[in-house]
């Protein structure tokens, strides 16, 4: 335990660490544009379509509806369910992506590159081939399984390496489980000829979002989202070590334990509603900690607004590629994520 004079090891080794220069002006100023930014881009999502919206006409479908006007039904039914939901799911991919940087100290660990999506994704190809039609509401407890069960055999494989389980070897483990469990879901697919009702979901994207998964999505995200940000503190110490951790009085194997069942639900819910998008979780936490610091009591709701505002205007982004068809949400954030991986990859070596 740290003594009161501040010269034990752990105290000199908190007063040493970057945890201290936080940015908390910055991180107020972030958050407050970026939710700004986010209502903004919200309109703008709502009034973009195959039939072009006024803004205008978008306040008075949210705040004076009128049901016998069809662009107020567009409004309600179709697009704003899809805004509501990318703005979730983009809080719930970049918040689980940061916890688990901050758990592990791997600044690779992403929902999507550590198995979770693709554990997620098998699993609902197993439902949809044997239970067709099973209910949203136990699509969202079967991901959440899965997604269990893609990080645990993600972790199993990186283990067995000779030196333990180092930031790239967790990457290469997590590729090579992903594509294990991609391949077989495909071949689930393929058997019992449900490709259709896969290939949107693997592509990843909202439009197909309706209300009643907004609903049902919700109470679990913002449950996820606060448990995390009770967690913030907890994640900083872990990210400055375990031993520094545990010094500080930290009982590590709770913590890392509430943070994995955190990220079981945020990853869960957002794949189960609009598939597999990588490299979310990835890219905003280092976003996130290079303008604000490196405590997690600013990353963690940093990360949850600019995840958002990067998960929303990518939806506007693949409504403007190509007119009036649509690019897959999925396949426009991994035209940015993939190089930022491989400078993350070539970081992590050079580093080695």
């Given at each position: 335990m740290a003594s009161s004079t501040g010269s034990s090891p752990a105290s000199k080794a908190v007063k040493a660490s970057p945890v201290l220069k936080t940015r908390p002006l910055a991180a107020t100023i972030i958050l407050f544009a970026g939710l700004a930014?986010?209502?903004?881009?919200?309109?703008?999502?709502?009034?973009?379509?195959?039939?072009?919206?006024?803004?205008?006409?978008?306040?008075?479908?949210?705040?004076?509806?009128?049901?016998?006007?069809?662009q107020h039904q567009i409004i309600?039914?179709?697009?704003?369910?899809?805004?509501?939901?990318?703005?979730?799911?983009?809080?719930?991919?970049?918040?689980?992506?940061?916890?688990?940087q901050g758990m592990t100290r791997n600044p690779l660990a992403d929902p999507g590159l550590l198995g979770l999506n693709a554990g997620a994704g098998f699993v609902l190809a197993l439902c949809f081939a044997f239970a067709p039609g099973l209910p949203f509401q136990h699509?969202?407890?079967?991901?959440?399984?899965g997604a269990a069960v893609g990080v645990a055999v993600v972790y199993g494989v990186g283990s067995l390496a000779k030196g333990g389980l180092t930031p790239v070897r967790l990457a290469l483990a997590g590729a090579a489980v992903s594509a294990l469990l991609s391949a077989l879901s495909e071949g689930i697919a393929i058997f019992f000829r449900i490709g259709q009702d896969l290939a949107f979901w693997y592509a990843g994207g909202v439009a197909g979002v309706k209300w009643m998964q907004?609903?049902?999505?919700?109470p679990w995200v913002a449950a996820a989202l606060a448990a995390s940000l009770a967690l913030s503190r907890s994640v900083t110490l872990l990210s400055l070590g375990e031993d520094i951790a545990k010094s500080l009085g930290g009982r590590t194997g709770l913590i890392k334990l509430s943070c994995t069942l955190v990220v079981l639900l945020l990853a869960g819910a957002a794949v189960s509603a609009v598939g597999s998008i990588g490299f979310v979780g990835l890219m905003i936490p280092h976003v996130a900690r290079a303008l604000v610091g490196v405590d997690y009591r600013w990353i963690i709701p940093c990360s949850a607004v600019l995840g958002s505002l990067l998960m929303v205007l990518a939806d506007i982004g693949a409504r403007m590629v190509n007119p009036p068809f649509e690019t897959p949400v999925g396949a426009l954030i991994a035209v940015l994520g993939v190089p930022f991986f491989l400078y993350l990859v070539r970081r992590e070596r050079r580093e080695l």
């Open positions: 930014a986010l209502l903004l881009s919200l309109a703008v999502s709502i009034s973009l379509g195959a039939a072009d919206i006024r803004l205008a006409t978008v306040w008075e479908a949210v705040f004076r509806f009128n049901p016998e006007l069809t309600q039914e179709l697009r704003m369910p899809r805004a509501l939901a990318g703005a979730m799911v983009g809080a719930c991919f970049a918040v689980a992506g940061a916890i688990m699509l969202i407890l079967y991901s959440f399984l907004v609903k049902l999505m919700f």
